[in-house]
């Protein structure tokens, strides 16, 4: 998934794990802290290398190359342990009533399989591509791919062999969708080689009736307290600055800003004065892109309201000091819906609002047509009755209706509950509402099955973020301590619904479209993590001081002593 002009949306100090600090790219490398993610791919595959748990690397324990076909869940009584299997496997389980559970995994065609009682899905959010089908798909000629491929094959998709022959041959490329991911193929596409990209047209396509263009970040900070704008948003000072669930402490401070109307009138006035601020910094309506559309990349909502519930698809970091002005200058940016595409071309439809110079459809010749349209929540290793049960999001065609009006009557009950603690969610801004295709994830922590007893699955990565280092680590580690059983004050089933059930109805409040999933915690991550360490009893990552822990970015340094003191907390 790299390519060259791919960079990463974390900085230097976050974008690492803390038990191995990764070694700061070049300065002349980084804009801010940012930096190429080719450093993070090195970083990763030394990290695999450098881990050895009983005499075998982490690289050593990874099956490449293969798909994973099904995985089956029986009672241990119907599997093929042996006798002393069976007796451990039951001594494993021995603190819950409910039988022990055995799960097994056929990959590559059926041709191989794996027997466990422990089983972590760890496949996230981003394995599966999202492509639409538009009308007339099936007759367009060109090349088609997802963004997921755009790496292996962008030296290929920006050149024609006949250009070598004709300098005035052109390249057409359209990109469709509107997140980070669709603006770094575009700014990708427009940094070519110079003599290149004269000879390459690209457009932007994002739908009207859509989510809209995602807002980006500035990469500079707000304040000279922090590198950079990662820092000043990733601390636990302006947590408290957003309606968030998960936060156990600063307890008075939310209170003040989220439970007064003195609070919340400060709250408005402050995110109204960063929302133009940042429209003032990035100048959607400079001269040098009015021709090329460059002002239909301006984000629809309020920022105040795009940071507490982002209407638009995710958010990025405008992470290259050229990156706006290089698309203002070299993409051709449309808010239109797609009409159809034909053999060599993709039409648009005309703009509803009647916008000059787009009253008519458009067509536009097309080459290759890159799909940015997300990543597909189904998962592929259930079926759908089985996913739905253990919280996985499933088609509503799919869901069982029985268990659908179950959670709907509990998330029901829960959002006047989330209304009385986030007043401010109440008042929602004008947003164009979709109609949901989904049920939300219903994950207690956003990792177990809540109405499972036995202990023996967990979901890790079903959750969309703004630093995936932090949540992964934090993750793992209470992931492995439910997993063995050593999380020993876990409510009830009643009560783990419950919690389940005001997540999603605080996900739906504050995120809108995007918290439908139940699983939109992009803004949450210092507040979620810190949850998961307070539920298994730990402090260390909070070392920093009263006003340290406040105020300071939360750097994956701080987490380097989690691992000893729950070692130390639980006798391992």
């Not at 748990?53 to 342990?81: E, H, M, N, P």
């Not at 929540?377 to 996913?387: G, I, K, M, Q, V």
Request: contains cysteine; hydrophobic residues 35%.
């Amino acid at each position: 998934r790299m390519y060259a002009d791919f960079y990463t949306q974390t900085p230097v100090k976050m974008a690492e794990f803390s038990d191995r600090p990764m070694t700061p790219p070049p300065a002349e490398e980084q804009y801010y802290g940012f930096f190429p993610g080719r450093y993070t791919t090195a970083y990763l595959e030394a990290y695999v290398d450098n881990h050895t748990y009983a005499g075998q690397t982490i690289r050593d324990r990874i099956i490449f190359s293969s798909t994973v076909d099904r995985i089956v869940k029986t009672s241990l009584s119907s599997s093929s342990t042996t006798g002393k299997e069976k007796e451990e496997k039951e001594e494993e389980s021995s603190s819950s009533s409910s039988p022990a559970q055995q799960w097994t995994i056929t990959y590559n065609n059926t041709t191989h399989q794996i027997q466990t009682s422990k089983l972590i899905d760890a496949t996230g959010m981003t394995s599966q591509p999202q492509i639409p089908h538009l009308p007339g798909s099936s007759a367009f000629q060109g090349k088609t791919l997802h963004h997921k491929s755009f790496g292996q094959q962008q030296p290929l998709l920006l050149k024609k062999k006949e250009e070598e022959e004709d300098p005035s041959i052109r390249r057409h490329i359209c990109i469709v969708g509107g997140a980070k991911s669709a603006a770094d193929v575009a700014y990708a596409c427009a940094k070519a080689p110079a003599a290149a990209a004269e000879r390459r047209e690209i457009h932007w396509v994002i739908r009207e009736d859509g989510n809209g263009p995602s807002a980006f970040f500035a990469a500079p900070a707000m304040s000279e307290r922090y590198a950079n704008s990662n820092e000043g948003f990733y601390n636990r000072f302006l947590a408290a600055f957003l309606p968030n669930r998960f936060a156990r402490r600063w307890g008075w401070l939310k209170w003040v800003l989220q439970g007064t109307r003195l609070g919340r009138w400060y709250v408005q006035r402050l995110w109204d004065g960063f929302d133009k601020g940042l429209r003032g910094f990035h100048d959607y309506q400079r001269e040098e892109g009015k021709e090329m559309g460059f002002a239909n990349l301006e984000y629809d909502t309020p920022y105040v309201f795009f940071v507490l519930d982002p209407l638009n698809d995710s958010s990025g970091v405008a992470n290259h000091q050229d990156f706006l002005s290089t698309i203002a200058k070299n993409v051709h940016v449309h808010r239109r819906n797609i009409s159809h595409l034909s053999e060599h071309s993709i039409t648009l439809d005309p703009r509803s609002d009647g916008s000059s110079g787009a009253e008519k459809p458009l067509t536009i010749p097309v080459d290759v047509l890159v799909y940015c349209t997300g990543w597909s929540a189904n998962s592929t290793l259930f079926p759908p009755h089985e996913a739905g049960g253990m919280g996985l999001s499933v088609p509503l065609k799919d869901a069982d209706p029985q268990t659908q009006a179950h959670w709907q009557q509990l998330e029901t009950a829960a959002d006047p509950l989330i209304l009385a603690q986030f007043p401010m969610l109440k008042y929602p801004p004008a947003y164009r509402k979709l109609e949901p295709r989904q049920t939300p994830f219903r994950l207690y922590k956003a990792m177990a099955p809540p109405a499972d007893d036995t202990h023996s699955i967990v979901f890790l990565g079903k959750m969309v973020v703004g630093n995936n280092f932090r949540t992964a680590e934090a993750q793992a580690l209470w992931a492995v301590a439910y997993l063995d059983g050593r999380i020993r004050d876990l409510p009830t089933r009643v009560r783990r619904e419950q919690e389940v059930a005001e997540t999603v109805a605080w996900d739906r409040r504050r995120y809108l479209n995007k918290g439908e999933l139940g699983s939109w915690f992009y803004y949450d991550v210092v507040d979620y993590a810190d949850m998961l360490y307070e539920n298994l009893g730990l402090s260390s990552h909070r070392q920093k001081g009263l006003v340290g822990n406040l105020m300071e970015p939360c750097f994956a340094a701080d987490l380097r002593a989690i691992g000893d003191e729950y070692k130390q907390k639980y006798r391992i």
